[in-house]
């Protein structure tokens, strides 16, 4: 049997025979993480880095004692989970219901966006989203999948284009979560996630080095389904629709080419100047059909540019909208749910700075990233695709969804940052 070790909190320093400054001792029964600020936010990354530490000594089985807030619990596993999986934590009875959430939704988001592309394709993601929130609220789930050249039949030609290459066909999921009973029931909230399984750049191939962990560009369709699950399973009594837009990006004779013009459902006529600025090219499909819909709110969620990254660094998510009141509230609810994120300017002149000469406009610029401002040239691009005034649309570019080695506070792979977030903007 696999030895369970205790963990508590002190705000004493560490005792005599250890480092002044060491913020973790051992005891009999396991090990005290020594706080020296009283603050529990202020001690969320000291006990995050702790449970790093613990785990990279082989420590993965551990039982919460003592006086704890749920936050310093939850920092503790997060600071432990890793790709391979195997840890468990106890938690203190009290706190163990959404304790137990979070981890089920956490632990799901991350293992899809962890797995290897042979085993994520854009199909069996689709499934493995249906299953998960089956799972968790079967009764009140419909879905529908739109897959191949299907696609093209329902004027879907943005995720048709970026995956007719692979062998794995493209895959719009629409799924339908309505717990009211009424079929009538307007539709409160559509969650878009980018799914793209994996991504080789097309064309304008990735180097290797940059290609090597682009199974995690579906990270931002397991996240809004992550966050579906954690939100249904907090008590969500709203009708809420998933659409998740599935694609491999692979190069072969036919694939999407660099001077292709694609036009979508609302006329739009985009020319690609890059084929690797395609998580836009999905994503604009599932905006219109929320439109289509009508979803009172728009929440779409992508691994979408390595601008944000370099703009946020790791331990934020980027916040975009043209609607303010919405990205004040998407940053709220980041607060109040201790997780990361943080707004980056996106406004209707962003909508032109990604010209063409040959359709209404450009894909990117034909430049490294995007060129300068290419975050908020994304999100300008998406906001063509939902009403003119982007009210309730919410873009999050998920900055911290993965992290390609492991740093003090976590694992190398998927972190799930996000999931808590939008649950959170679902239950207001």
């Known amino acids: 049997m696999t030895d369970i070790l205790t963990i508590q909190l002190s705000q004493q320093p560490a005792p005599v025979g250890w480092s002044e400054d060491s913020q973790l001792s051992s005891t009999a029964q396991g090990f005290l993480i020594h706080l020296k600020d009283s603050d529990v936010r202020n001690s969320l990354p000291v006990i995050q880095a702790c449970g790093r530490k613990l785990q990279s000594l082989g420590i993965n089985n551990i039982a919460i004692s003592g006086l704890w807030d749920i936050e310093q619990q939850w920092a503790l596993y997060l600071g432990m989970m890793t790709a391979k999986g195997g840890q468990s934590v106890v938690w203190l009875d009290c706190d163990s219901k959404e304790l137990n959430a979070r981890q089920k939704a956490n632990d799901w988001t991350r293992a899809m966006t962890n797995l290897p592309p042979a085993d994520l394709y854009p199909l069996a993601l689709a499934k493995h989203a249906v299953s998960f929130l089956e799972e968790i609220a079967g009764k009140y789930i419909t879905h529908n999948i739109v897959m191949g050249d299907d696609l093209l039949d329902e004027g879907w030609i943005g995720i048709h ?14 799924l339908d979560y309505n717990p009211t009973g009424d079929a009538d029931a307007p539709i409160e909230y559509a969650l878009v996630g980018k799914g793209i399984t994996f991504d080789s750049g097309g064309y304008s191939i990735k180097p290797s080095e940059g290609m090597l962990t682009m199974k995690c560009d579906m ?5 809004v389904t992550g966050a579906l699950g954690l939100a249904i399973m907090r008590g969500l009594n709203k009708r809420v629709r998933l659409i998740l837009c599935c694609a491999e990006n692979m190069i072969s004779g036919s694939a999407y080419k660099l001077g292709d013009v694609i036009t979508y459902k609302n006329g739009l006529s985009v020319e690609i100047v890059n084929t690797d600025a395609e998580g836009r090219l999905v994503l604009a499909d599932g905006l219109l059909h929320a439109e289509e819909l009508g979803a009172k709110q728009i929440i779409d969620a992508a691994t979408l540019t390595g601008a944000a990254m370099m703009a946020v660094g790791s331990d934020y998510n980027a916040m975009f909208g043209l609607d303010k009141n919405m990205v004040s509230r998407g940053l709220a609810a980041a607060e109040s749910e201790f997780e990361g994120a943080w707004p980056l300017p996106l406004e209707k002149f962003h909508r032109n700075n990604c010209p063409s000469a040959y359709a209404d406009t450009a894909n990117s610029r034909p430049q490294k990233g995007g060129g300068m401002g290419g975050a908020s040239n994304a999100a300008g691009f998406l906001s063509r695709f939902v009403n003119e005034d982007g009210n309730g649309w919410l ?34």
């Open 161 to 174: 284009s970026v995956g007719r290459a692979s062998i794995h066909p493209p895959v719009l999921l629409s």
């Open 219 to 223: 990270g931002g369709a397991a996240t």
């Open 395 to 428: 873009h999050i570019d998920l900055a911290g969804a993965f992290n390609n080695t492991a740093n003090a506070k976590y694992s190398a792979g998927a972190t799930a940052m996000g999931i808590r977030t939008i649950a959170k903007l679902l239950a207001e």
